[in-house]
């Protein structure tokens, strides 16, 4: 055989044994993690929630009903044991977490603050009736020619066109404010990013020994995040106050381990509170 012809044999010999062994790695390092179980949950209800008013980065707290809410939520959860648990850092987020740990008998679990998991930013918006002035305001912005008609037409991506308009009429500063521009209105694709980055570094965080990980977010910040993820099942829709999305996390991915926004765990503790 000739020289050249032995060099190509051997390279592609040991090329191949390279690989063999790179895939072997990567198969031992794929078996080494192991689920992540993320109870991501939307807080209890808030002042500004029963005001309908909206609320973005604005700090209302829980309502008596909301700060029950978190218990029942926690009731429900009795018997799942965390590993850890974040929130953002508004009262209302933190608050319900700390409620659904306190009765869930996982009191032991220190709270960990993430500013990512905040809900969306709508800036000098925020405070505003949300039904009354502002969805009808960022409708007519688009050119629809109702809040009905905005929702019907643009669909699962409704809250997503939502928060761009307050973007783009707060760039425009619309309401004629002395809003700094770091407080101002985020765009979609911000949300997303943020929360995409607090979730993906907590589930990294444990899933050498996997578990359960109690995350308190917002409504539409969490719907930001299911929006970036192509689930079929996302569809959109308003996330209820104490509603749990339960997602597993495994080889870089996040997959739904469950329905979007289910009420069984504070339905379950309520029922156990009114016994």
């Given at each position: 055989?000739?020289?050249?012809?032995?060099?190509?044999?051997?390279?592609?010999?040991?090329?191949?044994?390279?690989?063999?062994?790179?895939?072997?790695?990567?198969?031992?390092?794929?078996?080494?993690?192991?689920?992540?179980?993320?109870?991501?949950?939307?807080?209890?209800?808030?002042?500004?929630?029963?005001?309908?008013?909206?609320?973005?980065?604005?700090?209302?707290?829980?309502?008596?009903?909301?700060?029950?809410?978190?218990?029942?939520?926690?009731?429900?959860?009795?018997?799942?044991?965390?590993?850890?648990?974040?929130?953002?850092?508004?009262?209302?987020?933190?608050?319900?977490a700390q409620g659904a740990l306190d009765y869930s008998g996982n009191k032991k679990i220190k709270l960990q603050i993430d500013w990512r998991l905040r809900e969306c930013n709508y800036g000098s918006y925020e405070g505003r009736p949300d039904i009354a002035k502002n969805v009808p305001e960022i409708a007519a912005y688009y050119g629809y020619s109702s809040t009905e008609d905005f929702q019907a037409k643009t669909g699962k991506l409704f809250q997503n066109k939502m928060q761009d308009g307050y973007y783009a009429l707060d760039q425009a500063n619309k309401l004629n404010t002395t809003l700094p521009q770091q407080y101002r209105a985020e765009q979609s694709t911000a949300v997303q990013k943020r929360m995409t980055e607090a979730l993906t570094a907590i589930a990294k965080k444990y899933q050498k020994k996997g578990g359960n990980v109690l995350v308190v977010s917002s409504g539409m910040s969490i719907n930001m995040f299911l929006s970036a993820q192509d689930y079929p099942e996302y569809q959109g829709v308003g996330i209820a106050n104490d509603a749990v999305t339960k997602l597993t996390y495994k080889n870089g991915k996040f997959k739904l381990a469950g329905p979007i926004g289910d009420l069984k765990y504070f339905n379950a503790g309520k029922e156990i509170a009114d016994k």
């Open positions: 055989m000739k020289k050249w012809m032995k060099a190509v044999v051997s390279f592609i010999s040991v090329f191949t044994l390279f690989l063999v062994g790179t895939n072997e790695v990567s198969a031992k390092s794929s078996k080494a993690n192991k689920p992540v179980v993320i109870y991501l949950t939307r807080h209890g209800e808030t002042t500004a929630n029963v005001m309908h008013l909206a609320q973005g980065w604005s700090d209302y707290t829980l309502t008596d009903n909301g700060v029950k809410g978190a218990q029942y939520l926690g009731m429900g959860l009795k018997g799942t044991k965390f590993k850890a648990a974040y929130s953002g850092d508004l009262t209302r987020q933190e608050k319900t």
